[in-house]
């Protein structure tokens, strides 16, 4: 007979892990797949987001540091790039490092919500 205090934080190491500090994207090939539509703008004082792409998961630490996935099932976000500014959900501009990513528009945190991150 097994453990069940062993099974119990087994399950609850999965569960954490699951709600933890990851925000991973996957970008859509149609509008349809889309769960989010972002804009890239041209000025960034027209940004709602300043965010940043890493590639290492342990960098992600808040809403806006981003990483990008090969597989839907593994991201939290299935977002695409529109053309035209009045499609989009939110208006991003891309920074270097995550410690410039920053909500300029708090009005659009409804349209990312990741557990775990702010």
């Known amino acids: 007979m097994r ?5 119990i934080a087994l399950i609850l190491f999965v569960a954490i892990a699951k709600l933890g500090y990851t925000q991973k994207f996957y970008e859509a090939e149609t509008i349809e797949q889309a769960k ?3 804009y890239h703008v041209e000025d960034p004082k027209d940004a709602d987001l300043f965010f940043c792409i890493v590639y ?3 960098e992600i630490k ?3 540091i981003m990483m990008e996935v090969a597989n839907p099932n593994e991201a939290q976000i299935i977002l695409i790039f529109v053309d035209d500014p ?3 959900d939110i208006k991003v501009w891309l ?3 995550p410690a410039e990513v920053a909500w300029k528009n708090p009005d659009k945190k ?3 919500v990741v557990n775990g991150l702010k």
């Not at 453990?3 to 099974?7: G, Q, T, V, Y």
């Open 3 to 7: 453990n069940p205090s062993k099974i």
């Open 110 to 112: 409804k349209f990312i």
């Open 86 to 88: 009045k499609l989009a």
């Open 36 to 38: 989010l539509k972002v």
């Open 95 to 97: 920074v270097e490092t």
């Open 62 to 64: 808040k809403i806006g």
């Open 56 to 58: 290492e998961e342990k």
